[in-house]
């Protein structure tokens, strides 16, 4: 079974530009969400959807970032545009994660982000 | 608010020595423990956790017991190889309906020959 997978590895950007990170979850996950670690500090929940809708999204920064589950499927975080401090690793997780449960997040390898 | 504290790094040591990574948390209610590993160039795995007090949460000859008393989660293994040399997380997830993690800020381990 193919595990969460993240694309692209690396992206470099110049600040003021937009870019769009995508994530596919584990086939048959409802549960998806999205994390970012900044340098040397704690990963950060941003947001969680429940198939196409947005269960929680308490940890999105600004309005900078845009984040969609169309289909309940694949998901994509969009920046625009870029700042500086928007640099950082950005993971995605999936989990089967029934209300009343706490099933594992599986994790992808994440995005690093670099912006200049 | 939730939070976890873990030691600073790099932890470093020899091959075959005993490893100790402090965590501890704070948190309403009776969360889940975790600990996460990322090894170089790959993403985040579980590596154990414990879902309540007294838990022991065991894999790959690493431990970690749910201390509520003192509010901790310390990774122990008794003999680290190399390929253990990684970043460690704790986590938490505050269980109020769905599993969102709670970081730490991560210990690097590097463990020489």
């Known amino acids: 079974e193919a595990g969460v997978t993240q694309f692209p590895s690396h992206s470099v950007i110049e600040k003021g530009q937009t870019v769009t990170l995508r994530c596919d979850p584990i086939?048959?996950?409802?549960?998806l969400y999205w994390y970012r670690r900044v340098m040397g500090k704690e990963i950060k929940f941003l947001l969680h959807f429940v198939k196409e809708s947005k269960q929680d999204e308490s940890g999105m920064p600004n309005n900078r970032f845009l984040a969609e589950r169309t289909g309940g499927t694949y998901s994509t975080l969009k920046v625009q545009p870029a700042e500086l401090e928007d640099s950082g690793v950005y993971f995605c997780?999936?989990?089967?994660?029934?209300?009343?449960?706490?099933?594992?997040?599986?994790f992808g390898p994440g995005t690093r982000l670099t912006v200049l | 608010g939730d939070s976890v504290t873990q030691m600073e790094g790099p932890v470093t040591l020899s091959e075959e020595a005993f490893l100790t990574i402090n965590c501890t948390y704070t948190?309403?209610?009776?969360?889940?423990l975790f600990w996460y590993v990322q090894y170089p160039g790959e993403g985040l795995q579980l590596l154990l956790k414990a879902t309540k007090a007294d838990d022991k949460g065991s894999n790959k000859g690493f431990e970690a017991t749910y201390r509520k008393e003192t509010t901790s989660f310390h990774l122990e293994k008794g003999s680290v190889q190399v390929s253990d040399s990684a970043v460690y997380f704790c986590a938490l997830s505050d269980y109020s309906g769905y599993s969102t993690l709670t970081f730490g800020k991560g210990t690097m381990l590097l463990v020489s020959p």
């Open positions: 948190a309403t209610g009776y969360p889940s």
């Open positions: 997780a999936s989990s089967q994660d029934r209300q009343g449960t706490t099933d594992t997040q599986y």
């Open positions: 086939s048959g996950h409802d549960n």
